[in-house]
């Protein structure tokens, strides 16, 4: 049972995930942009039949993507408690953004596996494109490692901002 909390101390609570929140959000878009300049600029130089074409190709890609992820959740960020807001529903969604950032951390482990799959993919004989492979490969590690720093930092930082929450709010 959730006792009540007062709205003033709710909403503190709720604030300070949502700064932290933003900040997350501002290192994910800092990646996207330098990712964006820095592969879109060597993949408008890369030569198609080496690896790195592939590999800033796929970083292109990947980034767009993440610029979408990293722009909704920009638009979704509260600059003022929402009004009603009561201590369930803070708990329900810090439980919701905890899970959020835990299971991305376990996608992203699988990237860095495919990554991995895809380069040695690459050394079989039967390959008629290995420098592609291996481009994607290196890819997948880049940005699969630095979603696994970034969705495992969260997950903590998160957990940790509301590791006294329980002891305010029984």
Do not use: C
Not at 7 to 22: I, K, N, Q
Not at 32 to 48: E, K, M, T
């Amino acid at each position: 049972m959730v006792m009540a909390l007062p709205a003033a101390e709710v909403a503190a609570l709720f604030m300070r995930r949502e700064v932290l929140l933003g900040r997350g959000l501002a290192v994910l878009a800092a990646w996207v942009l330098l990712n964006l300049i820095g592969s879109g600029y060597y993949l408008a130089r890369a030569d198609r039949r080496r690896e790195t074409y592939y590999f800033h190709g796929l970083n292109v890609l990947w980034n767009l993507m993440n610029a979408g992820l990293a722009a909704w959740g920009i638009l979704r960020l509260h600059f003022h408690p929402p009004a009603g807001l009561d201590a369930a529903e803070l708990l329900s969604s810090q439980d919701f953004y905890e899970m959020l950032f835990g299971v991305n951390a376990g996608l992203d482990v699988l990237y860095v596996l495919a990554g991995n799959y895809l380069r040695g993919r690459a050394a079989w004989p039967d390959q008629s494109r290995p420098e592609r492979l291996l481009g994607y490969g290196r890819a997948l590690w880049v940005q699969g490692g630095f979603l696994l720093l970034f969705d495992a930092s969260m997950w903590a930082l998160l957990h940790w901002l509301a590791s006294g929450w329980p002891q305010l709010l029984k």
